[in-house]
């Protein structure tokens, strides 16, 4: 089973426009990590959420933690070429081993100019 | 330095050869991860030390062996691997496994692995 439900699986949007990427978790969260990664190379660490309601922000990326839902989503607010990549979540989720890190499967972002 | 380092950054290996990745932090860090990684999928975990003792095998074949010599530096010994051993293999570190959970793991660039 997938213990991270990830969506959409791709994106692709024009230059400018605003996307959400959602992450939803089988298990109680303890905390949520997004990462970005480009084809073939290791994982960019973006943010991490902890509390219910929690929203972080870096540039033009934002990402919220609904606890009651134990769901991320990941906001893009005018995308750039800069953006594309995969996006993945991961969790640290209560009753699994400490250390143990589960991932979504990743949401693959193309933007064209 | 706020980095993880791998090397080398490709590595190309017949399946009666013995090779083997690195992995090194001089963040201070106590935890560190070996992932493995298929086109298209998420990372797996196979190893997790912490304070240079084992703490996590997900069972892994024995023809993976880690080693960690000392709290900066991440090995990972390959022997006789399969076709299907193939991955990008990314190697993670955080101030501790507790920590690794308050502050997330901080990922390695990767060792791109083909095995003929």
């Known amino acids: 089973s997938q213990e991270l439900e990830q969506s959409p699986q791709s994106l692709i949007v024009q230059e400018g426009k605003n996307l959400t990427i959602n992450c939803t978790s089988s298990k109680t969260l303890y905390g949520l990590y997004w990462y970005k990664q480009k084809y073939g190379e290791g994982l960019i660490f973006l943010m991490m959420?902890?509390?219910?309601?929690e929203e972080k922000s870096h540039e033009k990326i934002t990402a919220k933690l609904d606890e009651k839902k134990q769901q991320s989503s990941l906001h893009i607010t005018a995308s750039q070429p800069s953006h594309a990549g995969i996006y993945l979540c991961?969790?640290?989720?209560?009753?699994?081993?400490?250390?143990?890190?589960?991932f979504g499967r990743g949401t693959q972002l193309t933007v064209w100019p | 330095d706020t980095e993880v380092t791998q090397t080398p950054k490709h590595l190309v290996m017949g399946m009666t050869n013995k090779k083997s990745l690195k992995c090194e932090q001089h963040?201070?860090?106590?935890?560190m991860y070996w992932y493995k990684q298929k086109a298209k999928k998420p990372p797996e975990l196979m190893f997790v030390?912490?304070?240079?003792?084992?703490?996590i095998n997900e069972s892994v074949p024995s023809r993976f062996s880690p080693e960690c010599p000392n709290s900066s530096l991440l090995n990972l010994h390959l022997h006789a691997l399969q076709p299907e051993d193939s991955a990008l293999y990314l190697c993670?570190?955080?101030?501790?496994?507790?920590?690794?959970?308050?502050?997330?793991?901080?990922f390695g660039p990767g060792t791109r692995l083909t095995v003929l």
């Open positions: 959420l902890q509390k219910g309601g």
């Open positions: 963040m201070g860090h106590r935890a």
């Open positions: 991961g969790a640290d989720l209560r009753g699994s081993t400490l250390g143990r890190l589960y």
């Open positions: 030390y912490s304070y240079e003792k084992l703490s």
């Open positions: 993670a570190s955080s101030p501790s496994l507790e920590a690794g959970a308050l502050f997330g793991q901080f």
